[in-house]
Structures are given as structure tokens and as C-alpha cells.
């Protein structure tokens, strides 16, 4: 029998939170088969009947929002106020789909030849069948509703593959939908990395957050199969900081952006690129990091939690001991007790340095100085991410020069790295990013198929020959 798979709170590793024996591997395919019976009876429901459904869920997430958040915060350890916000997050989106099951699903277009076949030229939307979705526990609720809606409101059954620390959160997430769709058709599927594979291997269609050198390994997987895929991966996220940038505005948007929820976001910024004298920022961001409140994620004033494993709180202590082995030097205090780490702002560090360019997932950021906003454009672009870059400054005219050379898929003018809008296209560049985006009205793209049909017009029916003569 497979061992249980736990998910302990991080302030309270002692606290098992919730465990599961793992959907083995060969079970996955009988239930993609289940979902795929449920999917054609949902279809059937039509546009108004899916809507009905997700405002429901919407209906019901509002109504467990202190529960949802606090079992968020007991799970995977992220402060009160970031819980809060994101259950908010989610009933939007379920809102936000709820709608879009309106959506146009096509487009008319004009026939290429309309005197010799009049008739109609159209496309048309469909569900591709089973989603397979497989989702990181840092946003727990958030990031599944942001894939399971979409693929919900379009028609597609849903298996989902939760990250083993975020189990009861998707149990949550599930249970929103308790009654309001056909029996199978949302499946919340516990499990490790071969659960996840066999997840892949079943679906019609598959997105994934999660890490660079896992969502390579699906990306592959999913092409293999030749089913589409999305891959929402890393980031080394970089700020940009013009000369004429606010200094105390601008150092407490970075501290918080690069260390709330001890960084486990993958929007998070990783390096703060100053252009000119780094001194005065340098100043203002240590004073602005010492004065995030660090601690149990359930106080309200509280910014910095815990990691969410030793592994994760390893992986900083190693990073800032192979920063300083390679001349980088440490600004803030540091340390850990636990499984709560004290964030870490560094500089003097090479930018060639492997803790400079691949991103550590926990509260630690570097500075780095540069003369000119091309040489700023320069170093942003030098990692193998794309994912998000912040723009800091008062000129409007430099602000866009910098905006328009960096590479990567979303753009924050005076506004910090972190912050998702559900609406709009979410995904990045190079190694952040593979398939198309995530969120908005692209989300509806993605987990439909487009066909093409043209529709011509039968033949007149012959003219009787007493009526001819």
C-alpha cells in the first residue's frame, strides 16, 4: 500500500493537516474515462446552465472566505492579509467565468466565393475534453480556480493534481462545486510526480505551474502526447529603479514585493537593478526590509511567514553562504528558527553568480548597480527568465524606453513585480512561460479547439415541368 502523503503547517510542522494515500498511476486513466462520460453531459448543459454553477461556487467561496483563508494560512504558512486577499481573488475569477460562459464562441466570415456558393463561413469554439491540471500549493486556491474555471466554463471535464503541501486546500476548492456538477466531472486527484504524469498522460489538455525543470519535463510529456499545454515556470524577476525613482515610495514597494510570504511567489523580485548611485536605495531597502513584520502568519500585521519545508529553508541557507563564498555581501541579519527564515538583501554579488541568475524561491534579493538605463535593459535580460519586470522612476519617456527593451511578459510601471490581474493574459518569456497565456479571454482560447465549417447553401429545387412550359 503507498505511504499516506501529509501536508503539515509550516509554523507547526508538528500539525498534520491533511493526508491522503495517493491515487496510483494505473487508477488515473479509469477516472479520466468517468470525467470524460461527465464531460458530454455537461456540454449539454449549455452556456446558462455552466454560468449557474460557477456563480454558485463564487456564492459559496464568499461564504467560507474566513475558514478558506485560515486553513490557507494553516497550510501553507502565507500571512492572514495575503490569505484573505487571495480568496477574494478566487471568487472573482468564478465570477469572472461565470460570465464568460457567454462569450461569442466564434467568428463569421465572409464566403470567398459568395455568388457561385452562397451560405455561411464560420468558426466555432469547443471544449477539448479533459483538463488536466497540475498546481502548485503557494497560491492554493487561486491558481486551481484560475485554470478549473476556464476549463469549467468552455465545457471540459477538470482532473486536478494538487501540490502535496496544499492538499486541503484543494480539497476546499473541490467541494465548492459539491452538487453542481455532473458526477465526475471535477475530480481533485492527490498524488506525487507519477500521479501528476499519469494526469498528463489522460488529459486532452494540460497546464501546469509549478517549477522551470518540472514544467520542462511536462512540457515534453504533453508535446509526446500531442495534446496542447501550458507551462507557468519560474522567474528571476528584476526591478528597475531610474535615478529619479521615489527612494522611500520605491524601497518599501521593493522589501514587500521581494519579501512577503518569504518570497514564494513566483512574481517575486529577485534582483533590484539601480541605475547610478546604489547607495541611497541600498539605504532605504535595508530600513524598508528590517521593518517587515516577521512571524506567525496568522497576526494581521505580519508580511513574512515561514518557508513552507526544510528543503525550501535550505535552499536559502545555501544560497546566501554560496553568495558570500562568491564575494556578494550579506546587508540584513538573516538566520532562521524553524521553518521561518529572516529575509536577505545582498550586493556586491557578480551577476554571473548562479544565486544572481536561478531563482532561490524564498526572501532573499540582490542589488546590483549599473550606469545607464541600456545597461539596466542589459542585465534584466541576461537570465534565462522572462516572467515579470517592475520599472521604477518619474520620466515617463525613459519609464517606456526600459518598459519596451526588457524581455519579459508582463510589464509593472511604478508598481511592484507581485500582483496578478485575472483578467488579462498571465505568462512569460524564455524559460518562464511555454504554450500560450493563462487567465482573461486567452484562457477560453486555450482550453478550447477551433474549427472551421462552411455551411453552403443547397441547390433550388427543379421547377416542375407543367410550371416550365
Excluded at 100 to 116: H, I, K, Q, R
Excluded at 234 to 240: D, L, S, Y
Aim: charged share 20%; hydrophobic share 45%.
Amino acid at each position: 500500500m503507498s505511504e499516506l502523503i501529509q501536508s503539515r503547517s509550516p509554523q507547526n510542522p508538528d500539525d498534520v493537516v491533511a493526508e491522503h494515500a495517493p491515487v496510483p498511476p494505473h487508477r488515473v486513466a479509469d477516472l479520466a474515462a468517468r470525467a470524460r462520460v461527465a464531460q458530454a453531459a455537461w456540454r449539454r448543459e449549455g452556456p446558462a446552465g455552466r454560468a449557474a454553477a460557477l456563480r454558485v461556487a463564487a456564492e459559496r467561496m464568499r461564504a467560507r472566505a474566513d475558514a478558506t483563508a485560515a486553513l490557507i494560512v494553516r497550510e501553507v504558512g502565507k500571512p492572514v492579509a495575503e490569505a484573505r486577499a487571495e480568496v477574494g481573488r478566487a471568487a472573482a475569477i468564478l465570477d469572472y467565468y461565470a460570465q464568460s460562459c457567454f462569450a461569442a464562441t466564434g467568428d463569421l466570415l465572409p464566403p470567398s466565393l459568395p455568388a457561385e456558393q452562397p451560405g455561411l463561413l464560420y468558426t466555432e469554439r469547443r471544449p477539448r475534453g479533459v483538463a488536466g491540471l497540475v498546481t502548485p500549493w503557494n497560491f492554493p486556491v487561486a491558481i486551481p480556480l484560475w485554470k478549473a474555471a476556464p476549463a469549467l466554463a468552455t465545457g471540459n471535464a477538470v482532473l486536478l493534481k494538487p501540490s502535496p503541501e496544499a492538499l486541503a486546500c484543494a480539497e476546499a476548492v473541490g467541494r465548492l462545486f459539491d452538487g453542481l456538477l455532473p458526477d465526475g466531472l471535477l475530480q481533485v486527484l492527490p498524488g506525487g510526480a507519477e500521479t501528476g504524469q499519469a494526469v498528463i498522460d489522460a488529459a486532452d489538455v494540460v497546464s501546469f505551474t509549478g517549477s522551470a525543470a518540472v514544467g520542462a519535463e511536462v512540457a515534453v510529456a504533453a508535446a509526446r502526447a500531442g495534446v496542447p499545454v501550458q507551462a507557468e515556470m519560474g522567474g528571476q524577476n528584476a526591478a528597475v529603479v531610474l535615478p529619479d525613482a521615489d527612494l522611500a515610495a520605491t524601497a518599501a514597494m521593493l522589501a514587500a514585493a521581494a519579501m512577503g510570504y518569504a518570497g514564494q511567489k513566483c512574481t517575486a523580485t529577485r534582483r533590484i537593478v539601480v541605475v547610478g548611485d546604489p547607495a541611497p536605495l541600498t539605504e532605504a531597502l535595508v530600513a524598508a526590509v528590517a521593518a517587515l513584520p516577521c512571524g506567525d502568519p496568522a497576526r494581521a500585521d505580519v508580511t513574512v511567514g515561514p518557508v513552507i519545508t526544510p528543503v525550501a529553508r535550505d535552499r536559502v541557507r545555501d544560497a546566501v553562504e554560496a553568495a558570500r563564498a562568491g564575494g556578494g555581501r550579506v546587508l540584513t541579519p538573516g538566520g532562521d528558527t524553524g521553518l521561518f527564515v529572516a529575509p536577505v538583501l545582498l550586493d556586491r554579488l557578480d551577476p554571473n553568480h548562479p544565486v544572481a541568475r536561478e531563482e532561490t524561491f524564498g526572501p532573499l534579493a540582490t542589488i546590483f548597480a549599473v550606469p545607464t538605463p541600456a545597461a539596466a535593459v542589459a542585465l534584466v535580460n541576461d537570465v534565462r527568465y522572462g516572467l515579470v519586470t517592475s520599472v521604477h522612476g518619474r520620466d515617463i519617456g525613459l519609464l517606456l524606453e526600459v518598459a519596451r527593451g526588457v524581455d519579459s511578459g508582463l510589464i509593472r510601471v511604478n508598481a511592484p513585480t507581485t500582483g496578478v490581474d485575472f483578467h488579462a493574459p498571465f505568462g512569460g518569456e524564455k524559460a518562464s512561460s511555454h504554450g500560450p497565456r493563462e487567465q482573461g479571454t486567452a484562457a477560453l482560447d486555450f482550453y478550447t479547439s477551433t474549427r472551421t465549417v462552411t455551411l453552403a447553401a443547397p441547390p433550388p429545387p427543379p421547377v416542375p415541368a407543367e410550371e416550365s412550359a
